[in-house]
């Protein structure tokens, strides 16, 4: 159907005796409107997107290649989760970072477990009380943790800088809760880790089986870390979620959304 405002000029031809329409405007057809609107929004588009590009700290920009430098922000998670899959940027990440590590070939060592683009970490910014065997993007991520958030807590809530965290360990070939059937664990595949608790420059171990949900700093310190925790990683695990987790955080980067 033809819309009145698209109505050819001839279908307004005077009549004989009709005066000109001299005072009428020109009225500017739909589709040129809309040329110039997507004209408009195009660039106030490209606009936006290059201001925030140039302006927005890199921790929130999507489009920054990430550091473990860079405090944690909005599209920390996403930049972790982009690496899997693509081993050499992950491993430039640890590169750049200094994270010292000797790449392991790929294994399969049964069905449902397997080590594939992992790495076992030899020095990152403390030491750790096992042997750490994971995932590129874990052990970036885990680098981010005790660079951006654990580290930083630690100072800031209990007055002295971890020197050591203690660990239950990674890579484990076995079912969640070491079941013999159901599911199986992101330990099978390298790709969760858990932490017990924190040795501190003072001589203090800061562990979750002893101070979790008690009303002292060392408690209000774990609490914080968790919640932080939820920031990188898909998944994270502690005594509020279950007595399995009682004594230790579990943090994976299997995908899903849990903070417990
Ligand atoms: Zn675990």
């Not at 408009?40 to 921790?59: E, K, R």
């Not at 473990?68 to 930049?79: E, N, R, S």
Request: aromatic letters at 8%; charged letters at 20%; one cysteine or more.
């Amino acid at each position: 159907m033809t819309d009145m405002a698209d109505q050819s000029p001839f279908q307004h031809a005077r009549t004989p005796g009709q005066k000109p329409e001299t005072t009428r405007k020109r009225r500017i057809p739909r589709r040129v409107k809309l040329i110039a609107y997507l004209v408009t929004a195009s660039v106030t588009g490209a606009a936006t997107i290059w201001a925030f590009d140039h302006y927005a700290p890199p921790q929130h920009n999507p489009m920054r290649p990430l550091s473990i430098t860079h405090p944690v922000g909005a599209a920390t998670y996403f930049k972790i989760m982009d690496l899997q899959g693509n081993e050499t940027a992950c491993f430039a990440v640890l590169d750049e970072a200094g994270i010292q590590y000797t790449r392991l070939e790929d294994s399969d060592p049964g069905e449902n477990c397997g080590l594939y683009g992992a790495a076992t970490l030899n020095r990152s910014m403390v030491p750790y009380s096992a042997t750490l065997q994971m995932t590129c993007p874990l052990t970036t991520a885990l680098a981010i943790w005790e660079r951006q958030i654990a580290g930083p807590l630690s100072i800031e809530m209990l007055g002295s800088p971890v020197t050591r965290i203690e660990t239950y360990g990674s890579f484990s070939c076995r079912r969640m809760y070491g079941r013999t059937s159901g599911r199986w664990s992101e330990h099978a595949s390298a790709n969760a880790v858990d932490i017990m608790g924190f040795r501190l420059a003072d001589g203090r171990l800061i562990t979750l089986e002893k101070h979790w949900g008690t009303p002292t700093p060392e408690g209000e310190f774990l609490a914080e870390v968790r919640d932080q925790s939820c920031r990188i990683f898909s998944i994270v695990l502690g005594p509020d979620y279950n007595a399995a987790h009682k004594d230790h955080f579990h943090f994976d980067l299997g995908g899903g959304d849990v903070c417990s």
